[in-house]
């Protein structure tokens, strides 16, 4: 089996939704369990990845709707 059971659980999740018998309000709860984990990122490690795509810390701060102070 190549999907995580997570994975499964909420492809049956949609399934009961599509059908009528899960509301919306418990689909997004499902949708919320099933994020990936947010990847944490150090301040170098940020640097370099705006140095890599050539990108001034305001233009990277556009990419990711942010303001530059927070880069």
Known sequence: MDKSIL??????AKDLHNVGLMDE???REFDALCLPPIKTYSA???K???HKCKASQA???AYLNTSPSTI
């Open 25 to 27: 309000i418990t689909l």
């Open 48 to 50: 370099k990845i705006r």
């Open 7 to 12: 994975e499964v659980v909420h492809k049956g």
């Open 59 to 61: 233009v990277f701060a």
């Open 44 to 46: 170098s490690q940020i």
